[in-house]
């Protein structure tokens, strides 16, 4: 079984990691959405309030599976007997940054692989900043958000 | 009349975008240079202190308004019946950055769009991060602000 | 009267091209779509059928011209009183290509301003060079070119 | 059955190309290298070449499959029940392209994905342009190449 | 004598930082390997620690010197006659950030000019930030690390 | 004697070149600006012509050497005792091209470096390109050309 762990911060989850996730699950028998516990970063919803949103997201999707972890992201993988790591590249500046990531993955996690994805065009500028920003100028974020997707 | 704003933080303004300012200046009938407030920035300027450079920088300058808002910029154009943003770009990280938030925009503004310039090749790396690591050295940053301003 | 000039070679005009002109149109009294003509390089279309679709296309705005020009874009620009470029980019790296060719503009010109547009996500990839690839894999370019736009 | 294809010119395959197509093997259930045939352009290697030496290169790895085609890419993957691109990415401008490119073959292949993957960082920077260069100025290719391709 | 200065905040220094410095060794006659001292930044290890570090790595180069500084980069320079800043290169992104201080040196320090390099591919993606979210994690950082050097 | 190769077309020579040439000859004791003879290539200027340029601008020049070479890089490197290669970079995109070429000059040229430099701000999109292409266009390129160089 081909496990992939995609993992990121989803404060909160928008449509863009959705359609990842779901794209991954085209290539991966399981994927493993893992929330990175960062007791430094201030989040604007709190770890139970983004696992629930996760899990509402993918309720209809045995094959995802929503988790969080704390420590290395090779650790957690070892851990779930996963090879692979998903992540999303919206643009040249992401690339750079997640490539540098993807090495140091590769080099802590005996070979580890990266796969990146890109989401479709119209979704390709959607991002949890974006959505965080909206809420805080008392704009609707729900165009950015998986649909039905409540955040009150 | 073809309004448009260029919004920013101005801490402090520098020769860039003044340069800008006056570009768009050419292309628009009216230019709000507008800050954006936001309260959980820590800024080296405050807010009327940046109002009063804007000020005192475009004073000869009928068609440039300053003023400063909060909330979404998207409102702020709305209220303004402007239908143009206004955005230097400095660089390849810079666009990956402004592209974004120009979709953004046109998203939450009913296609409010986004006009890019960049200014002269000279003044292209010039930025307010700069002129305020410059004056926490205690250095003289007087190069790189708009010609008679005064920081003190 | 504020007049841009679109230059390009439109081998052929994309969906891309057809929504930045409408967005000039928006900021401008007069947009002149302009086929750069360059004996050296080969074109899939002939600069008669270029002219054609571009004519097609805007043939309902009265505020676009279409024509072509030989020699330097600036020396366009000036013959017809435009004091402004627009160019459209699509990424980090046509950021990189075409500021350089506007700073090469502002200094050839006497100050003549590029204005940079993004046109929507969904198109932000679309190309000439695309299209005329779906062309030469015998593949339906359709999706890609204005709306009732016909390559035959 | 997950099947990935892994297009490319391969004049002359690299090891790069090598290591990027075993990772593809251990996501993928079978990885087609196929040689996209562009009869308008000049490569060193003729075609019969670069098949034998790609399959030099896999002769002991039965899940990757090597051929050629012609027209479309997505017109190849829909005749080999493939859902998968799979294509290396080195740095930010090659991101750039290749986004562009998978954004063409999602929209042309009804939702075919393109999988993006880094080589070690000791061969990010080999291409086949590098290759080709070395022997035509006289040098010794043999360390950017599989482990006992012969060129001769 | 050609002096350069290596600034940076080596928290902690890396085998890339050690890979710089020494390729600088080969060029200058002197290479001042210099911690700026940032009172509003935090530090994983503090000064004293970094400038250990420092200068346990470089115990075997006299022509390496190891010391701190306070304000601008360019005034440090000047009180120690060098005309010359050595920075590394990762990736496109850091080259737009780089090039933007470069420029403000040239600026600011009488045409200062910075030398840019690249050290070893399978070392160019290792950065402080990384062997800083290694031990975060609990993590063996070592591999990122100066040979020999021991963090604790 | 610390020697440096300056490699590249100089078809024609722009004032970008000879500032980073004269950046060079500051850091080294001797510069060869080298003109990298390739057979496939067609050129504006005739390599006579090229070479008569280059000895012109640095005719006041001792250190500045200028010739020709065919083959390799690093073998022109290697007869000339040169570790040491210098190349400008003017943006991102070149970053990612030049690194790429300057891992292969190590790799085939046993740790040979390549120091990269920016010229100034305002010569910083200068290019060879942009100069064949006013002269194309019928315009003057004296402005990006070094002071007294006459193309005639």
Chains 1, 2, 3, 4, 5, 6 share one sequence.
Do not use: W
Not at 107 to 118: C, I, N, P, R, S
């Amino acid at each position: 079984m081909k496990i992939a762990v995609f993992p990121g911060s989803f404060d909160p989850i928008t449509r863009g990691h959705e359609e990842l996730v779901l794209r991954a699950v085209e290539i991966f028998d399981k994927v493993i959405v893992a929330i990175g516990i960062n007791s430094q970063k201030k989040y604007m919803f709190n770890l139970q309030e983004r696992l629930s949103m996760l899990e509402d997201v993918f309720a209809d999707f045995p094959m995802v599976e929503v988790t969080s972890y704390e420590g290395l992201t090779v650790d957690f993988c070892k851990k779930n007997q996963s090879r692979f790591l998903v992540r999303g590249i919206r643009n040249a500046t992401d690339f750079d940054y997640e490539s540098t990531i993807a090495y140091l993955n590769a080099e802590m996690g005996d070979g580890l692989q990266t796969v990146f994805l890109v989401c479709r065009p119209e979704f390709s500028h959607f991002s949890s900043t974006i959505v965080r920003e909206i809420i805080k100028g008392g704009g609707d974020p729900s165009k950015f958000l998986p649909e039905g997707l409540n955040l009150d």
